[in-house]
């Protein structure tokens, strides 16, 4: 089953844009994801289970460096 989230990294710190571009890059590096980033979000398609599970690792990964960070 295929599957299309639409997710929002928005770091509280006055550096933002780091934590954001390296959570993009991150998921830029399975070449199973297919990753568009636009103004207000990334989009990522895949396999379902696969697209969970790598969000899963890479949003724990974004709050063990960026720990005052919510996705939505």
């Known amino acids: ?3 299309s989230v ?3 990294l928005y770091p509280l710190d006055q550096n933002y844009i780091p ?3 390296a959570f993009i890059d991150r998921l830029n590096g399975y070449p199973e994801l297919k990753v568009i980033e636009n103004t207000m979000s990334t989009q990522v398609f895949g396999d379902y289970a696969k ?16 720990p005052k960070a919510a996705f939505m």
Do not use: A, D, F, G
């Not at 697209?51 to 960026?66: G, P």
């Open 1 to 3: 089953m295929k599957i």
């Open 6 to 8: 639409e997710i929002s």
């Open 19 to 21: 934590p954001i571009q």
């Open 51 to 66: 697209v969970l599970e790598i969000l899963n690792t890479e949003m724990q990964r974004t709050h063990q460096t960026t």
